[in-house]
C-alpha cells in the first residue's frame, strides 16, 4: 500500500515556474513507476509525465516537453515535477500516481495509487 500527498501547487503568472512535490509513504517507494497527470476543469484527466523506478526513464506529453522534468529522490520518498514557463493553458489540478510495475505508463487506468491533487492555477 502506497500513501501519496502532492504539495507545492498554487497561482502563478503565465511565463512563472512551480515545483511540485508528491511524498509516498511505504518501505517500497524505489520500486514504484511515478506519474503525474492533470485534469482541467470539463475535461478528462491527462497524462503529463512518468518517470521508472530508477529515475533513468523519463517520458512527457508532447504539450510539456521542454518545459516541465520530472524527477525523484528514492531516498526521500518524493517525486517532483518542475514546472517552467507556465501557460494558461495549464492551468488544472495535478495528481500524482503510482504503479508497482517496471514500466512505465502513460494512461491514467493503468496506476494503482493516487494523491488527493493540487491545483495549479496559471494567470494571463
Known amino acids: 500500500q502506497v500513501q501519496l500527498v502532492e504539495s507545492g501547487g498554487g497561482l502563478v503568472q503565465a511565463g512563472g515556474s512551480l515545483r511540485l512535490s508528491c511524498a509516498a509513504s511505504g518501505r517500497t517507494f524505489s520500486s514504484y513507476a511515478m506519474g503525474w497527470f492533470r485534469q482541467a476543469p470539463g475535461k478528462e484527466r491527462e497524462f503529463v509525465a512518468a518517470?521508472?523506478?530508477?529515475?533513468?526513464?523519463?517520458y512527457y506529453a508532447d504539450s510539456v516537453k521542454g518545459r516541465f522534468t520530472i524527477s525523484r529522490d528514492n531516498t526521500k520518498n518524493t517525486v517532483y515535477l518542475q514546472m517552467n514557463s507556465l501557460k494558461p493553458e495549464d492551468t488544472a489540478v495535478y495528481y500524482c500516481?503510482?504503479?508497482?510495475?517496471?514500466?512505465?505508463?502513460?494512461?491514467?487506468?493503468?496506476?494503482?495509487?493516487w494523491g488527493q491533487g493540487t491545483q495549479v492555477t496559471v494567470s494571463s
Open positions: 518517470i521508472s523506478w530508477s529515475g533513468g526513464s523519463t
Open positions: 500516481a503510482a504503479d508497482n510495475t517496471v514500466k512505465v505508463w502513460r494512461t491514467a487506468d493503468k496506476y494503482d495509487y
